[in-house]
């Protein structure tokens, strides 16, 4: 699967996008059904992305899902129904082979990019494994946790980008990791979406700048990622998680048709 990613016939980068979370069946369907037909028309490699299930929020009235195997089951739908490959994460061990039955990547959250039995419960599904770089982590040291992944017999893997901690409330991207992490062999992604959160916020909520999210996707291209995770919904003033850092579904075309012409004017 990443071959066909990463080398597609149009020499473009590929799309990791849809809504932090799975909200519900007619939300996805609908986000998934608009992307898909982007995606065709700009020939851009797409995967779907929602989470199944949010382990990591602020606090603990947050939302977090509804349901792990109705929300996996709609992933699944999305799979069947546009013919598209699937992501979601997965948190501990035990929901590896549980998500893998479902989707096609599973992806691990940058907290816990250095959790050991994790990679390996990961690998040893035989899908392909997405690594998110921890926030505390320099690219170089991304090599040992997608090794993990490759010595418990899976090489299959990509390595994602999604910024680094700076003081207590912000992130910045370090562009230079972009290539360093390449120098491993796997694709690496920009994670524009979550780059561009601004975490630890006193009223409990994550922020973020979403007014940024162009400029972050354009750096990206052209210094060569190989794909791009942005999350995307309808309204996201309304979402349920993220919303503060997720772009609006109506602005992604013409985010992406400028993201091809960049990819183009490169290579």
Do not use: W
């Amino acid at each position: 699967m990443i071959e066909k990613l990463k080398n597609n016939p149009a020499n473009n980068f590929f799309l990791l996008a849809g809504p932090c979370v799975i909200e519900g069946e007619d939300m996805a369907m609908r986000i998934a059904e608009k992307v898909v037909k982007i995606t065709n028309d700009l020939k851009i490699p797409y995967v779907f992305k929602g989470s199944y299930r949010k382990a990591n929020r602020s606090r603990l009235d947050s939302f977090t899902g509804i349901g792990d195997e109705k929300a996996l089951k709609i992933l699944e739908k999305v799979h069947q129904t546009f013919g598209v490959p699937t992501v979601t994460d997965i948190h501990t061990a035990e929901e590896a082979a549980m998500a893998a039955a479902y989707v096609d990547i599973l992806q691990i959250p940058a907290f816990l990019c250095r959790q050991t039995d994790l990679l390996v419960a990961a690998a040893e599904t035989g899908k392909v494994v997405n690594i998110k770089k921890g926030q505390f982590l320099s690219p170089e040291a991304m090599q040992f946790a997608a090794n993990k992944v490759v010595e418990a017999g899976n090489n299959q893997v990509m390595l994602t980008e999604r910024g680094t901690t700076f003081g207590y409330q912000d992130l910045i991207v370090d562009y230079r990791g972009i290539p360093e992490m390449q120098k491993t062999g796997f694709p690496v992604i920009m994670d524009v979406t979550h780059s561009l959160q601004q975490p630890n916020q006193t009223s409990g909520v994550t922020g973020g700048m979403p007014q940024l999210i162009e400029t972050v996707a354009k750096a990206a291209i052209a210094v060569g990622a190989d794909g791009l995770f942005i999350e995307t919904h309808e309204n996201p003033s309304v979402a349920k998680s993220d919303g503060a850092n997720m772009l609006k579904l109506d602005l992604l075309e013409d985010l992406l048709t400028k993201l091809v012409r960049i990819r183009e004017a490169i290579v």
